[in-house]
Every structure is written in structure tokens, then in C-alpha cells.
């Protein structure tokens, strides 16, 4: 690394000078003739205003210096290249603006605050460079303002500081260009992997086409699942007798409207399944209007027994009529008993169905004998 630092004189130094510049003409002014005025004395730079007031600061007490790292270098670093200029108290120190320095590629420049050194100020200027050529090269010599508190703007010089480009590279001071090597991806088109490509290809669509025509005229059809069908009257009477077993303690409880609503859907639900009259998404009142207006047909059943219980137990679930225990089990036998007689007569009813169709086929035969 290079330094360069510039002093500029002190105030005491002016000082000493305007002392002896004073003590020389005094032998002149003996011999000067009476009544003659002296010569004024020339004023000293850096001098006092008055005897008790303290010498303002002045750009002479600048002292500057550079710094550049890494040097040498290599073609392309990036040096970093300090200025530091430490000065008295009162005194501002500033960069050039737009400041260029020839021969280097100014990549950054960043300026560090004023720091304290017991009777002045040191601050750092930092600027980031690069030199793309090999040799001796030099950063010129620049100028730091210098701003007193009266507004007085003077310049101190940076000098010039030297370093050295070495090398291009690390271990070589002189490279030679090495010849092209072999690219880690084959050459296309490649054949190889081509054929190898359209043998995989073709392998999966015939293997999809072997699949397809197994499946078309080979495969057997799966069985069909045969879900058994649940008699209607099955299913109410298994509903009626678990409703027996829970509706006791329903009915201590006080529920007496969720219990008669399960019961009006359970003869909903058989006279839906059974005769095939949609139930259980209407009210009492549109299924009047289904059974009565409409001619929909319960079969052996009577339209106005089911309508009577649908009524007593709207009743008991919307106008909060508390039935007693007993009254509860005896809608649920009538309710009972209301599937069985529906059962009984349609049984009745095809087995004597099934009796006249045996009988139809002899009666030709027995006119024919006649």
C-alpha cells in the first residue's frame, strides 16, 4: 500500500513569521525622520481577531492522505481507495460534485460521518474502483472543499496515488485461450435416443390396445349386485317395535312430539312404499288433498282412519297436547295394526287373484266337452 499525506503550515508558524517580519523593520523605523508615519506591517495569514478572541479555523490545518487496497491487484477487482482528512472543529469538508478520476471506473463512493479526535474531526471518503488494464496506474490528484462557519469555501488538494494492475488471473500472469471442449449434452439428432423413444412410445399404445381388446371382447361383465327389497310392512313393524322399546322413556321425559313424529313417519313411510303415494314430503292437509280430491287409492285401507290419526297427532306436535302413556300405546298398536290389516287383505286379494287365473284355462275345455 501507498500513502501520501500533504501538511499545509500551522497557525503558530505564521505566527513566528510575522514576529521576526516585525523585530526587522523595527531598525528601519528608528531611522525613519520625526513626524514621518511608520509603514503599516504586512497582516500574517492565520492571524487573530484582537487579542482575546480564539484564531478561527483556517484551511491550512487540513491534513489529507490516500490510501488504496488491494495492490497490487488483478485485472477486474474492485480496489477500495480511502481518503481521510482530519481537520479542526468548526471547518466542513466535502467531495467535488460529480467527481471523475481518469484512468479508473468509480463504482461507488461512500462517505463516513465526522468522528472526534480530541481537538478536531477525522472523516473518511471510500470510493470503490476498477482498472481493466495490466501496469503501473494512478489515481489523480483531486480537491476536498473546505467550508469555514463564516461561509468561506477554500480547497485542499488529495494527491495522486499510485498502484499496480499485475496479472489477469491467479496462477498465470499471461493466459493462452485453450481449445473448445466437448459439451456435456450429446449431439442431436441423436438416433440412439430417438429410436429408443419411439420403441417406448409404440410399446405403450399397444399395450393399451391389448388392454382395450380384452376388455371388449374377453372380459366377463361383473356380476350384477342383487340388493335384497325390504317388504314395506317389514320395515314398519321393525320401526314400530323399536319405537315400543324407547317411547316408555320418551314419554317420561316429556316427548311426547318427537315420539308422535316418529310415528307419523313410519305410516308415512309405508303408505309411500306400499301404494306408492309420495308421503313423506307432504302434510296432512296435502295428503288429503291427495287422497280425497285427487282418487288416490290406499287399497283395503281407509283414507279417513289414516287422516284421523295424521290429525291427533298434529295436534300432539304442533299444539303441544300431552297425550298419556296409555293413549301413546294405543296409537302405536292402531298404527300396528293398521299394517297388518292392509297386508292381510292384500294378500287376500292375490291369492284369489292367483285362484281365478288357475281357473281360467278349464273353462274352454269344459265348454268343448259339452
Known amino acids: 500500500m501507498r500513502?501520501?499525506?500533504?501538511?499545509?503550515?500551522?497557525?503558530?508558524?505564521?505566527?513566528?513569521c510575522a514576529v521576526a517580519a516585525g523585530l526587522a523593520v523595527r531598525p528601519a523605523l528608528a531611522q525613519?525622520?520625526?513626524?514621518?508615519?511608520?509603514?503599516?506591517?504586512?497582516?500574517?495569514s492565520g492571524?487573530?481577531?484582537?487579542?482575546?478572541?480564539?484564531?478561527?479555523?483556517?484551511?491550512?490545518?487540513?491534513?489529507?492522505?490516500?490510501?488504496?487496497?488491494?495492490?497490487p491487484s488483478r485485472i477486474g477487482d474492485v480496489l477500495r481507495y480511502e481518503v481521510t482528512a482530519v481537520y479542526p472543529a468548526g471547518l466542513t469538508i466535502n467531495l467535488p460534485i460529480g467527481i471523475e478520476l481518469a484512468g479508473v471506473e468509480i463504482v461507488g463512493v461512500d462517505e463516513s460521518p465526522a468522528v472526534p479526535t480530541g481537538?478536531?474531526?477525522?472523516?473518511?471518503?471510500?470510493?470503490e474502483l476498477q482498472r481493466f488494464e495490466i501496469g503501473d496506474g494512478t489515481i489523480p490528484a483531486f480537491e476536498l472543499t473546505a467550508v469555514t462557519p463564516d461561509g468561506e469555501v477554500s480547497t485542499v488538494q488529495v494527491p495522486a496515488s499510485k498502484f499496480v494492475v499485475d496479472s489477469l488471473t491467479i496462477n498465470e500472469a499471461s493466459p493462452e485461450r485453450r481449445g473448445e471442449e466437448r459439451p456435456l449434452s450429446p449431439d442431436f439428432p441423436n438416433e440412439a435416443v430417438e429410436w429408443v423413444v419411439y420403441g417406448l412410445l409404440f410399446g405403450v399404445l399397444l399395450a393399451a390396445l391389448i388392454w382395450w381388446l380384452f376388455r371388449r371382447f374377453f372380459?366377463?361383465?361383473?356380476?350384477?349386485?342383487?340388493?335384497?327389497?325390504?317388504?314395506?310392512?317389514?320395515?314398519?313393524?321393525?320401526a314400530l317395535d323399536a319405537l315400543e322399546e324407547r317411547g316408555p322413556s320418551m314419554l317420561e321425559r316429556g316427548e311426547s312430539a318427537p315420539y308422535y313424529l316418529d310415528l307419523t313417519d313410519i305410516t308415512k313411510a309405508y303408505l309411500q312404499g306400499r301404494f306408492d303415494i309420495a308421503a313423506m314430503d307432504r302434510t296432512t292437509d296435502e295428503l288429503r288433498e291427495v287422497l280425497v280430491r285427487g282418487g288416490a287409492s290406499l287399497g283395503p285401507l281407509s283414507a279417513s282412519d289414516v287422516l284421523a290419526f295424521l290429525d291427533?297427532?298434529?295436534?300432539?306436535?304442533?299444539?303441544?297436547v300431552s297425550p298419556s302413556p296409555d293413549e301413546a300405546r294405543d296409537d302405536l298398536d292402531s298404527v300396528r295394526e293398521l299394517v297388518a290389516r292392509a297386508e292381510a287383505a292384500l294378500r287376500a286379494a292375490k291369492a284369489a287373484e292367483a285362484k281365478a287365473?288357475?281357473?281360467?284355462?278349464?273353462?274352454?275345455?269344459?265348454?268343448?266337452?259339452?
Not at 32 to 44: C, F, I, Q, R, T
Open 32 to 44: 525613519s525622520p520625526p513626524g514621518a508615519a511608520p509603514d503599516p506591517a504586512p497582516a500574517a
Open 119 to 127: 481537538d478536531g474531526f477525522r472523516k473518511v471518503f471510500t470510493f
Open 357 to 370: 287365473q288357475e281357473s281360467r284355462p278349464s273353462e274352454p275345455a269344459r265348454e268343448g266337452s259339452v
Open 47 to 71: 492571524s487573530v481577531r484582537g487579542t482575546d478572541a480564539d484564531p478561527a479555523p483556517v484551511a491550512g490545518d487540513i491534513a489529507v492522505s490516500g490510501r488504496i487496497s488491494p495492490d
Open 219 to 238: 372380459a366377463r361383465p361383473p356380476a350384477a349386485v342383487l340388493v335384497p327389497v325390504i317388504p314395506p310392512d317389514e320395515i314398519a313393524l321393525e
Open 3 to 16: 500513502r501520501s499525506m500533504t501538511w499545509v503550515r500551522r497557525p503558530w508558524v505564521v505566527g513566528a
Open 312 to 320: 291427533r297427532s298434529d295436534l300432539i306436535k304442533f299444539a303441544r
